[in-house]
């Protein structure tokens, strides 16, 4: 398996525009977790999906950030409109069920909003 | 608000030394416990993790909880300069063992 893939690598973009970053998950895997990293607050949960449907959304920042998972391939993050403040690395993880507890990232998205 | 504490560092090691990094958290009710290595610019990757108090063991890496103490460490003994790397410190929330805390993480440095 490739592991899980997201794309793009690098987005810059000015203030105010759509941003959609994507998430390919591990086949075979249950759960998909949305990350954010950054400096100031490190790692931080944004959102997590248990078969497709989103089970918990609380570390959303705000009603700009959106997230979907339409099937259990694919999934993305939406910052509409942009902000500085959203610029960060954004990590998309997938796990088998909670009894085999094993969370592996993809290799992130690094956002620049200007 | 779920706290994860860890020192940030730089913490320094000679090279096949014992590095020993320690983390503590916030809710009692936290039942997972991981560790994860991050090279800069990397994606984190897991290592170890724990559920019970006590050590647990793998290879060169050994994690402890002490779940009265609300204290997670991972000892790398013989540490090796490919250890250098940020390590980050994840507990589940008590409430949800699905949703993991995470900690800002310490970066390791070995000397060769």
């Known amino acids: 398996d490739a592991g899980v893939i997201q794309s793009p690598r690098h987005e810059v973009t000015e203030m105010g525009q759509e941003v959609t970053l994507r998430c390919k998950p591990i086949s075979g895997h249950d759960y998909l977790f949305w990350y954010r990293q950054t400096m100031m607050r490190g790692l931080e949960l944004l959102i997590y999906f248990n078969n497709n449907v989103p089970i918990d959304d609380s570390g959303m920042p705000e009603d700009r950030f959106s997230a979907k998972m339409p099937n259990a391939s694919f999934s993305t993050l939406k910052i509409q409109p942009s902000e500085p403040r959203d610029s960060a690395v954004y990590f998309c993880?997938?796990?088998?069920?909670?009894?085999?507890?094993?969370?592996?990232f993809g290799p992130g998205t690094r956002l620049t909003v200007l | 608000q779920k706290e994860v504490e860890q020192n940030s560092g730089p913490l320094s090691v000679p090279e096949g030394a014992i590095a020993s990094l320690n983390c503590t958290y916030s809710d009692r009710g936290s039942q997972s416990f991981f560790w994860y290595r991050q090279y800069s610019g990397k994606s984190p990757e897991l290592i170890m993790s724990?559920?019970?108090?006590g050590d647990k063991e793998d290879g060169r890496f050994t994690a402890q909880l002490n779940k009265a103490s609300q204290y997670v460490s991972l000892l790398i003994r013989d540490s090796q300069p490919s250890d250098s790397a940020t390590y980050l410190c994840a507990v589940s929330g008590g409430d949800n063992f699905n949703k993991f805390y995470f900690g800002s993480g310490t970066k390791l440095n070995v000397k060769p």
């Open positions: 993880a997938s796990s088998l069920s909670p009894g085999a507890r094993s969370e592996f």
């Open positions: 724990i559920y019970s108090n």
